[in-house]
């Protein structure tokens, strides 16, 4: 029973081509998030979702689009892939925004653009 | 604004020393404090968490209490095993705010 899962796990790519990342939560939970980690381990926020509402949108090119079809479901479209793109991006997911509680993550999914 | 210092890693210990990961923050309010620890190839999970000051959180030999006079919330475990070798990440949260606030990670090798 995985909480937070996202497809696909791998993903090589060209440069400039378009691809997205799924991610879903079968927690309840009402907010998520997008994550991007470079290869130093450092963690950057770059979405987050309130029962599908954004409500952080941190300063990242706007190749990426985030869309969320319902509250279970976040999902990243990136167009024109960049080199720098490449890193782990998480999913993860909180019962609700603005509370002390837990994050829960996402496998990541490992993105190479060639 | 908000902000969170962790030591640099890698650090590097033998099977059953003893371990401190140091970890500060700034903030404006009283947060919660988290530590997140990532194995190799996997996401990230929650190992322990405070919310208060002097709680101390503790999980799986791990322990750390939020100490609100040096706003620190260090890790320490007793004795550590060579599958504790992982990332290890320091992070806050205020009530007010969305997003967590995140250290740089430790990575932590532990050898046999």
């Known amino acids: 029973d995985t909480a937070v899962s996202q497809t696909p796990k791998y993903l090589v790519t060209q440069m400039g081509n378009d691809k997205s990342i799924k991610c879903e939560q079968n927690?309840?939970?009402?907010?998520m998030y997008w994550y991007k980690q470079d290869s130093k381990k450092f963690l950057k926020i770059m979405f987050s979702?309130?029962?599908?509402?954004?409500?952080i949108n941190e300063t990242v090119p706007n190749r990426f689009s985030p869309k969320s079809p319902d509250k279970a479901h976040l999902n990243l479209h990136i167009n024109s892939l960049e080199l720098g793109d490449s890193a782990v991006y998480f999913c993860?997911?909180?019962?609700?925004?603005?509370?002390?509680?837990?994050?829960?993550f996402g496998p990541g999914t490992r993105l190479t653009v060639l | 604004g908000d902000s969170v210092t962790q030591m640099e890693g890698p650090v590097t210990l033998s099977e059953e020393a003893f371990l401190t990961i140091n970890c500060t923050y700034t903030?404006?309010?009283?947060?919660?404090l988290f530590w997140y620890v990532q194995y190799p190839g996997e996401g990230l999970q929650l190992l322990l968490k405070?919310?208060?000051a002097d709680d101390k959180g503790s999980n799986k030999g791990f322990e750390a209490t939020y100490r609100k006079e040096t706003t620190s919330f260090h890790l320490e475990k007793g004795s550590v095993q060579v599958s504790d070798s992982a990332v290890y990440f320091c992070?806050?949260?205020?009530?007010?705010?969305?997003?967590?606030?995140w250290g740089a990670g430790t990575k932590l090798i532990i050898k046999p």
């Open positions: 993860a997911s909180t019962p609700m925004a603005g509370g002390r509680d837990t994050q829960y």
């Open positions: 927690l309840g939970h009402d907010t």
């Open positions: 979702y309130n029962n599908k509402e954004l409500i």
């Open positions: 903030a404006t309010g009283y947060p919660s």
């Open positions: 405070a919310t208060k």
């Open positions: 992070a806050l949260l205020m009530d007010s705010n969305y997003q967590l606030i």
